[in-house]
């Protein structure tokens, strides 16, 4: 069973800058797609930014040019993900998620397996 955990966030004032990592375990596939979400209370989880195997990244509007997403690219870093996060302000104050998702094709079918990790609070405050 693949298990992703995250680290890195906590307090930041705002202008700040944070790092988080998410490692995956329990796979020796490379994820297809590995990312980050974030959450506010009564707010619908959304996507922050994600990275493909091959490296192809996407963000959202509200943090381009403010964050980046990387990957490891050596056998045992394959399935790691950082987030750098700079310029903060309070309007990032979420929990943030480290998702990865696997893809498996047979000529019968196409599967889709997410995984989710446990969530890192993420406070942009003076």
């Known amino acids: 069973q693949v298990q992703l955990v995250e680290s890195g966030g906590g307090l930041v004032q705002p202008g700040g800058s944070l790092r988080l990592s998410c490692a995956a375990s329990?796979?020796?596939?490379?994820?297809?797609?590995m990312g980050w979400y974030r959450q506010t209370p009564g707010k619908q989880r959304e996507l922050v930014a994600s990275i493909t195997s091959g490296g192809v990244v996407n963000y959202a509007d509200s943090v381009k040019g403010r964050f980046t997403i990387s990957r490891g690219n050596a056998k045992n870093t394959k399935n790691t993900i950082y987030l750098q996060m700079n310029s903060l302000n309070a309007e990032d104050t979420a929990v943030y998620y480290c998702?990865?998702?696997?893809?498996?094709?047979?000529?019968?079918?196409?599967?889709?397996?997410?995984?989710w990790g446990q969530g890192t609070q993420v406070t942009v405050s003076s």
């Open positions: 329990g796979t020796i596939f490379s994820l297809d797609v």
């Open positions: 998702h990865a998702l696997r893809i498996t094709t047979t000529p019968q079918a196409r599967n889709e397996y997410d995984y």
